[in-house]
């Protein structure tokens, strides 16, 4: 079992940058890849980045490709996700989820554990 704890959300103007973080409680955190997510209002969750148990792959959305990068810090049990550039259309909750199996997927549905979630908005 894991449990998910976003932070770091806001609002920021266009062209400027967050850091997101995503703790999570227990021993096993390091044997999971982990995912970000983000859901803007009346639309689907998509996926944004994903990253290995080890840091050593990572997987990107082409829409964040360059502006946004994913890692993590296993000794923390804490995840990030560094947003540059940052644009009105990235404007978002921003999820990081935990699939208990070992992949690194873009589809929601295969991820089993969720955080509640951090609200970025992007002003123009």
């Known amino acids: 079992q894991v449990q998910l704890v976003e932070s770091g959300g806001g609002l920021v103007q266009a062209g400027g940058s967050l850091r997101l973080s995503c703790g999570a409680s227990?021993?096993?955190?390091?044997?999971?890849?982990m995912g970000w997510f983000r859901q803007a209002p009346g639309k689907e969750r998509e996926f944004v980045a994903a990253?290995?148990?080890?840091?050593?792959?990572?997987y990107y959305t082409d829409s964040v490709k360059g502006r946004f990068t994913i890692s993590r810090d296993n000794a923390k049990n804490t995840v990030y996700l560094q947003m540059n550039s940052l644009k009105p259309e990235d404007t978002a909750v921003y999820y990081c989820?935990?699939?208990?199996?070992?992949?690194?997927?873009?589809?929601?549905?295969?991820?089993?554990?969720w955080g509640q979630g951090t609200q970025v908005t992007v002003s123009s």
């Open positions: 227990g021993r096993r955190f390091s044997l999971y890849n």
């Open positions: 990253i290995s148990w080890s840091g050593g792959s990572t």
């Open positions: 989820a935990a699939p208990r199996r070992a992949t690194m997927t873009k589809n929601p549905s295969e991820y089993d554990y």
